[in-house]
């Protein structure tokens, strides 16, 4: 029975629809809209927001730049400004998925890898067949 039947200054209930986990990954932004980097003419931007929105109908991206940093191989520090981007399911095929097209963007982008958090958890989704020089 609906409890606000009769009472006209209830407040309805809202509906809440589980998404899933939270997925974030960061790609530097002065690469985003690079004519270099656009295949099909799709730029890597225009690229994330159709396989994101046609896998999972929804994404929010930070367009202010997040500045990042890391160790390279050779022990040099690196940093870019990166912008953030967040989605969110709950299936792990739509995860590895996701990690699939990361690693074809590294490529496509000539990053090393692409940083990327799930939930609790952290990681580095590198080009294929890629040796790993990050451990």
């Known amino acids: 029975m609906n409890e606000t039947a009769g009472d006209p200054d209830a407040v309805p209930h809202a509906i809440v629809h589980e998404l899933g986990k939270v997925t974030v990954f960061y790609v530097p932004s002065h690469k985003l809209d690079h ?14 927001h159709k396989f994101l929105m046609d896998r ?31 989605v969110s399911f709950g299936s792990e095929s739509e995860f590895d998925r996701l990690i699939q097209f990361l690693g074809d963007l590294c490529e496509r982008l000539g990053e090393q890898a ?17 040796d790993s020089s990050f451990e």
């Open 35 to 48: 004519p270099k980097h656009s295949r099909k003419s799709l730029t890597p931007r225009q690229e994330i």
């Open 114 to 130: 692409v940083y990327v958090t799930r939930g609790d958890r952290s990681f580095l989704v590198q080009r294929p067949a890629q």
């Open 56 to 86: 999972y109908r929804a994404y929010t991206q930070t367009p202010t730049p997040v500045k990042g940093y890391w160790a390279a191989p050779d022990g040099e520090i690196v940093h870019d400004v990166m912008e953030r981007f967040e």
